[in-house]
């Protein structure tokens, strides 16, 4: 399968971005508000859209503060 990147211009500080992207409460502020893990590479976070069982399961990567946040999915849709 095809890697799959997304690149989106946002107009705010890179904490503000990184902090979004990289704490449950941020990330419950933009994508579902049902987001529960840690986010330190090797752990996990679980993302639920509005079922019992998570929607997604995404494995943390890798995290540069300011500059990078890299997930692997490892549960979730097919598509």
């Given amino acids: 399968m095809a890697d799959i990147r997304h ?4 107009n705010a500080p890179a904490e503000r971005v990184f902090e979004a992207l990289t704490t449950t409460d941020g990330l419950a502020r933009w994508w579902t508000t049902t987001v529960d893990g840690a986010s330190e590479a090797g752990d996990r976070l679980r993302f639920y859209f509005g079922q019992a069982k998570p929607g997604a399961t995404m494995q943390v990567e890798k995290l540069a503060p ?11 849709p097919e598509e």
């Fill in 7 to 10: 690149r989106v211009g946002i």
């Fill in 66 to 76: 300011r500059e990078l946040v890299q997930w692997r999915c490892v549960e979730g």
